[in-house]
């Protein structure tokens, strides 16, 4: 364990050195991003590698995500939708009877004993897990709802166009199958330690899964390379970028230009999230099955409204969005160009096939993996499909009222312009758009800004701590070193602009597809299999 923590850091060391010694005059935040800088550009280049389709270039690693949802979605034949009223039930509670503690005899299993027990009934009259299905499902929300609903929709409506909103839409309903297949496999791997918490995810279930396919060495590469990318986005796209948008959000609603203030407010937000984390994945799900909710309902419940008292502009939204959607003009980059940008957008934002999600929803109380992985698939559906789509439906229908931008003025990834030429990014653009309906909704924008940043943090917390756990054991001093490690990156984040590493971060977290949608695909058949026996158990019949 000491030796493999001394092994990190001696690789850290050389850049902070470096760091120093080029640039005494610079700021921190220069000389690391000066150091890291070579570095994220090599990965990022091969992870988001692009090939030509159209006048676009598309990462790889988007379509091996987009393939991979539609396989499942064939394979399982369209579970995503007729399990949808399944999953809700499941997620109320309805099943838990069945799911928790009646003894269940299936073809393979022995008989259970008098008393009821079987091998299938985990600790006589218990289950195996440590949150509730809503909870487990509220946990991974918390970790993909975020800016990305924001200004990620923004950004890709300014340059799709109001068509990008169908396709974001449509690979948002397929995403739901991967994460169906991830969180079913993530509980059937999981493993239980001695004091009842659980260990799981794509780690677990690409070494063991994998292992029962005689592929037992290809398995513990995956996982290993998995584990450590999940760490990394951890640290950076799970962390610091969230507390780096929550900062400068707060900063901006009130006028904060104080060097100090960002490297504040992260103490802060370090605190809160260290109140929480330190209680694992019990509290976690407790705090996010409260403020998930809550933020969801206060966003969508603006969006609502907005769209409410603007009802005659409604169906010349929906015209724009509809007739976009298989645009061919070349300023929106073509029709081919429209479709990829929204399936982009569907991706970044709900992660279905990264696997990351699986990690949460191990933890649930359950006794059949189907039943996590059917409520899984929600995820995807909230995220995505309400959401988002909440978002672009708002700036579409404002800007064909107010004019606020023209579609494709776009000079960068994150940066646009308004309909007076002047530069926005995606944050703003939403809050243009909103504002314009509801005065002084900055207010409540940073509100809903700082939760979302939030809960993403608690949740890849855990993620990365899981990574972790498997990487140098299951240890006091494993689960305390990680946990200062990432309070310790959220000040850094608040009070620093490190691009280059949020970039790598970004990096290391699409890395995770690789490894995930190989172990999906070879392990397909056993959630199959899983599905079947859980629909048998509760009596469901199609």
Known sequence: MKKKLFAILATILPFLVFAQETGKELSMDERIE?????????????VFYAIPIGSKQVPIVIIILLLGALYFTLYNRFANFRLLGVAIRAAQGKYDDVDHHVAETVAGDPTPNDDGDSFETIQKEGVVGEVTHFQALTAALSATVGLGNIAG????????????????????LIGMSSKLVEATLG?????????????????????????ENNMAGLGKVLAVFFAIMVIGGSFGGGNMFQANQAAAQFKLLFGITSGSGGFIFGIVMAVLVGLVIIGGIKRIGRVTEKIVPFMAILYVG?????????????????????????????????????????????AFSNEA?????????????????????IVA????????????????????????????????????????????????????????AFESAIPHFSIILTIAVILFAFSTMLS????????????????????????????????????????????????????????????LVILAPKVRAEIKRYLKAIGHTE
């Open 377 to 432: 698939s929600i995820g995807p559906f909230v995220d995505t499909v309400i959401i988002c789509t909440m978002s672009a439906l708002v700036i579409v229908i404002m800007n064909l009222k107010n004019d606020l931008f023209n579609y494709g003025d776009v000079i960068s990834k994150q940066v646009l312009l308004n309909a007076n030429g002047q530069r926005i990014g995606g944050v703003d653009l939403t809050s243009l």
């Open 153 to 172: 929709v923004a950004v890709a409506i300014a340059i799709g166009g109001p068509g990008a909103t169908l396709w974001m839409i449509l690979a948002g």
């Open 460 to 519: 890849w917390s855990y993620y990365g701590l899981q990574g972790w756990y498997y990487l140098f054991g299951k240890t006091k001093i494993a689960d305390s070193s990680y946990k200062i490690l990432f309070l310790f990156f959220v000040v850094v984040g608040a009070s620093s602009s490190l691009g280059s590493v949020i970039d790598f971060s970004d990096a290391m977290i699409f890395a995770m597809v690789f490894p995930n949608i190989i172990g």
């Open 34 to 46: 000066n150091a890291f800088a070579p570095i994220s550009k090599v990965v990022t280049d091969v």
């Open 302 to 346: 603006a969006a609502l409204i907005i769209i409410f008292l603007n009802l005659g502009y409604v169906p010349g939204a929906f015209k724009q969005i509809w007739n976009g959607a298989f645009s061919a003009s070349s300023a929106l980059g073509g029709f081919i160009g429209v479709m990829i940008v929204g399936f982009q957008r569907a």
């Open 187 to 211: 509980v059937k791997y999981r493993e239980v330690g001695e004091d009842g918490k659980i260990y799981g995810g794509p780690m677990y279930y690409l070494t063991k899964g994998l292992k």
């Open 353 to 373: 096939g990264v696997g990351s999600a699986s990690i949460a929803h191990a933890a649930v109380k359950t006794r059949f993996p189907a039943s996590e992985g």
